[in-house]
């Protein structure tokens, strides 16, 4: 077995375990290690085989113990049911469906125009009131949900990652206006198959229920066009049933869902 669990504390939120009937590798997430005030690790790989048992993963769980991790998750793809259970026998709670919907053939199919909507590089003088949005868009997502967080750090947690987006290496914040009036804000990447990714997106409160939903998911889908995309996708969450029909209407097709699971450190 090889087993990188023990040594410095970053050894512990860094490791991985290697027997017969388990590979699992763990990291941190330093983002969410900021917003929660305590490690915070993500499985990032689990693959269980015949014979699998909660034993086998005693040195991710002393790891956890050790280091002080206060949350861990992990996604997993929706037939992954031997590895859910193995790690449901270690206190890992189911928290949500996760959809990653795709509109292929954009440079053929996608929108032909901004739906009247302006679309800009956010800059730095838009940065609170997009910061604002984010704060409270936002209320589907697993860490607004699990009632053993604060949903207030899931509101952080988004803040955080727009504010890192306008000066980020890759992702580029994007802000949507009517009538120079914010309506919507995106974080989106392109990545190196051609495809736009959308890291996080929302319609501001004030604005929602007025059909700009509609009309700014295709704006930025004309935009990802322009700037040569090949396709669109993103990630929802399943009981956000709202934004589901908003993408079956756009005509976005949903592959297979993932699973996401928590650990919570008990108080």
Known sequence: MENTAEGSAYDLLHGSIVTGPIRLAWAEAPWDTAVFGYPVVQVAT?????????????????????????????????????????????????????????????????????????????????????????????GCERFHVDPRLPSRLGDLRYQNWVRSSLDHPTQRL?????????????????????????????????????????????????????????????SIVARNHRVLNLYARLGFSFPAPSMTFHWVRAA
């Not at 959809?99 to 032909?112: M, N, T």
């Not at 800059?123 to 997009?130: G, M, V, Y």
């Open 46 to 138: 689990i693959e269980a085989r015949d014979g699998a048992q909660a034993s086998d993963l005693a040195p991710f769980v002393d790891a956890c113990g050790t280091g002080g991790v206060g949350l861990a998750s992990c996604r997993l793809a929706h037939d992954r049911l031997r590895e859910s259970m193995l790690l449901e026998t270690i206190g890992f709670r189911f928290i949500e469906m996760v959809f990653q919907p795709e509109f292929d053939d954009l440079q053929s199919s996608g929108p032909g125009d901004a739906q009247g909507l302006e679309v800009v590089r956010a800059e730095a003088a838009d940065l609170a009131q997009i910061v604002e949005v984010a704060g409270a868009a936002f």
């Open 174 to 234: 994007y802000a949507v206006r009517d009538a120079g009036q914010l309506v919507s804000f995106f974080v989106t990447e392109t990545l190196a198959d051609g495809t736009c990714y959308w890291h996080l997106n929302a319609v501001a409160p004030a604005r929602q229920g007025m059909g700009y939903g509609l009309r700014a998911w295709r704006a930025m889908m004309h935009q990802a066009r322009m700037e040569g995309a090949t396709r669109v996708r993103t």
